[in-house]
């Protein structure tokens, strides 16, 4: 049995919006969000690195993103960005080009150390995925760098 109200009495009980209640837009803000945060959660598709000329040059570029000012506002994503693209050159075969390794130390070893000072940890995560693929990848060539990162790795 249903009783039905004329609908100036429903509109009066019917619940009044509250301030708690999230708008519209704040769930669409929150599911950008989570759309961002899966972007992160799969490793990345492997690129292809051919010469050592290509990976120097890719390197630099890396190098050059992940020195930007770790507290610049909106430039983590471009940090975050290079990480990937590092992971992924990694993925992708590079280290076995024959001098891979001694560029990777010197053109990638001292931007990591900065990513893992950060203080958002998606940026200090993928800085230790990329170091932990290095590392997987490169074997004892990678030997000279993790002795440099140890000692910031042990901090985070």
């Keep these: 049995m249903s009783i039905?109200?004329?609908?100036?009495?429903?509109?009066?009980?019917?619940?009044?919006?509250s301030s708690t209640t999230p708008?519209?837009?704040?769930?669409?803000?929150?599911?950008?969000?989570?759309?961002?945060?899966?972007e992160y959660a799969n490793p990345p598709s492997p690129?292809?690195?051919?010469?050592a000329e290509a990976a120097t040059r890719e390197l630099r570029e890396i190098a050059r993103e992940l020195r930007q000012p770790l507290r610049l506002d909106g430039?983590?994503?471009?940090?975050?960005?290079?990480?990937?693209?590092?992971?992924?050159?990694?993925?992708?075969?590079?280290?076995?080009?024959?001098?891979?390794?001694h560029l990777l130390h010197v053109h990638t070893c001292e931007p990591?150390?900065?990513?893992?000072r950060d203080l958002r940890s998606k940026c200090v995560k993928l800085a230790c995925e990329v170091i932990s693929e290095a590392s997987r990848a490169l074997g004892t060539s990678y030997r000279e760098s993790a002795v440099e990162l140890l000692p910031t790795l042990l901090r985070v």
């Design 47 to 51: 690129i292809r690195i051919g010469s």
């Design 112 to 116: 990591l150390s900065l990513q893992l």
């Design 4 to 17: 039905s109200l004329p609908p100036s009495v429903a509109s009066t009980l019917a619940p009044a919006p």
């Design 75 to 101: 430039v983590w994503q471009e940090r975050a960005g290079a990480m990937r693209r590092l992971h992924a050159i990694l993925l992708g075969g590079a280290c076995r080009l024959p001098s891979f390794a």
């Design 23 to 38: 708008s519209a837009s704040h769930r669409t803000e929150r599911r950008s969000l989570a759309a961002a945060e899966d």
